[in-house]
């Protein structure tokens, strides 16, 4: 089985391997005519000629002379080419490891769809786990308006943009995930000045200021170096808060304060109000096969990326797939009480209609939700379902909870049913399908 995965089609192996097997037998074959010209016009005297004449075996008759000769060279070519191998093997891939399954992997996640993923904080490293394992075309926009704990102290001591989202999708998408994770979120809990920031911000901050401090170039940076598969950029370059109404209209500001205020939010919005996008944030948005937003805070962690100027706009000129995920269980403070169609007005209320075609819901509402965080399950009944339909939204039901902890999804399970999802909408927009649909 380990050996049939170098037969695979599209690994980019087998056409080079040809191309070394043709020149090397072009190679002997120039050698044995130069050899033969030699021998047939060069008569070598005395011991040097016997000497030749055992060599060149001339006392076999022709066809087992040929045969003789040609066992050798395979077994030479043979325990030659196995050394090599396990030469260069052993600086490659570990002990074990096997090179034509990572080879196959890789060919197979670079032909994965172009996936772009909005939003933030927890929700967006869930989905990003999961996505990596299939397809690294994947391009994270991420929210920069945090300023509470590591992520704001270092904002205001250094001028900063705030590496906290940044840093949990880092973590997500590094090859090592487990390592990198317990790495990039190790926080250190004495030491004066660095009580309390992450491992992870900080590496962040560095790599910033090593590039000048040019933030977007240290993170691309920091990505190389922790080998990670996708791309992470800001939703925006320039320095943004958020500041939130409430349903009394008091006005809190700042991120970290509007999830501590207790209040319900009527709306948010960011503070100064007309910010530039990111470029490259915006031209991944328009080049994408898929557009992800969510899960995670709607208010706090999705929606600040779309309120900043022309990502919106981006979104619907984009001709990709575009699904909302919608959290499978309510946040106190935040979305008490929201089903689906609260979640999607949310996003209609604040930047209009016309985001996304499909909202993926969780249909498994049998798990309980554990402790008493005032988080209740998000469920979605068939007259919700029409109700999102007739405002242009077809929900799409699927298992995708996590069942050790059911207030988050399962990363494995929520890319599963997103690419099931693009795969079914993507046979449906071919000009196939869409003939058929007109010849109807």
């Known amino acids: ?42 008569d070598v005297p005395g011991p040097a000629g016997t000497v030749v004449y055992l060599i060149t075996l001339q006392f076999l008759e022709h066809p087992i002379r040929e045969i003789v000769v040609g066992i050798g060279g395979l077994i030479f070519v043979a325990v030659g080419a196995a050394m090599l191998w396990k030469s260069v093997l052993s600086v490659i891939v570990d002990p074990g490891d096997n090179l034509a399954e990572i080879l196959y992997q890789n060919r197979r996640l670079q032909r994965g769809p172009r996936i772009v993923a909005i939003g933030g904080g927890t929700g967006l490293g ?6 990596k394992e299939r397809t690294t075309n994947i391009t994270a926009v991420v929210t920069v308006a945090d300023d509470g704990g590591s992520s704001g102290r270092l904002r205001e001591e250094f001028n900063l943009m705030p590496p906290g989202d940044v840093r949990q999708c880092l973590a997500a998408l590094a090859d090592s995930e487990s390592l990198m994770h317990d790495l990039m ?32 170039r240290g993170i691309n940076a920091i990505s190389e170096v922790l080998r990670i598969r996708g791309r992470i950029l800001p939703s925006t370059l320039s320095d943004v808060r958020l500041a939130a109404e409430m349903a009394d209209q008091s006005i809190v500001r700042g991120e970290s304060r509007i999830r501590s205020a207790g209040k319900r939010i009527s ?35 999705v929606m600040p990326n779309l309120l900043v100027s022309d990502v919106a706009t981006a979104v619907r000129a984009s001709t990709a797939v575009k699904v909302y995920v919608c959290n499978v269980a309510t946040e106190p403070g935040e979305t008490d009480g929201y089903g689906p169609a609260d979640h999607v007005m949310s996003f209609t209320q604040h930047v209009g209609s016309g985001l996304f075609q499909y909202t993926l ?46 207030c988050h999804h399962d990363p494995k399970a929520l890319a599963s049913a997103l690419l099931d999802l693009y795969e079914e909408a993507s046979r449906e927009k071919s000009p196939e399908a869409m003939a058929v649909g007109a010849a109807r």
Request: charged fraction near 20%.
């Open 267 to 301: 709306r948010v919005f960011i503070e100064p109000r007309f910010v530039s996008a990111n470029g490259e944030a915006i031209k991944e948005i328009l080049a994408a096969d898929m557009i992800v937003f969510g899960p995670g805070s709607v208010f706090t962690s």
């Open 1 to 42: 089985m380990r050996s049939r995965r170098w037969l695979t089609l599209g690994i980019g192996v087998k056409r080079y391997l040809l191309l070394i097997f043709l020149g090397t037998v072009i190679l002997a074959l120039a050698l044995a005519m130069f050899l033969a010209f030699v021998y047939r016009t060069i």
């Open 185 to 216: 979120e190790y926080r250190f809990s004495r030491g004066q000045g660095l009580q309390g920031h992450s491992l992870g911000n900080l590496l962040i901050a560095a790599m910033a200021d090593l590039n000048d401090g040019n933030f977007e």
């Open 361 to 406: 819901a969780n249909s498994n509402v049998r798990l309980k939700l554990q402790g008493s965080s005032g988080a209740h399950m998000v469920e979605c009944d068939p007259a919700i379902q029409v109700e999102l339909l007739d405002a242009g939204v077809q929900v799409v039901m699927a298992d995708v909870i996590a069942v050790d902890d059911p």
């Open 126 to 131: 869930v989905l990003l786990r999961g996505l």
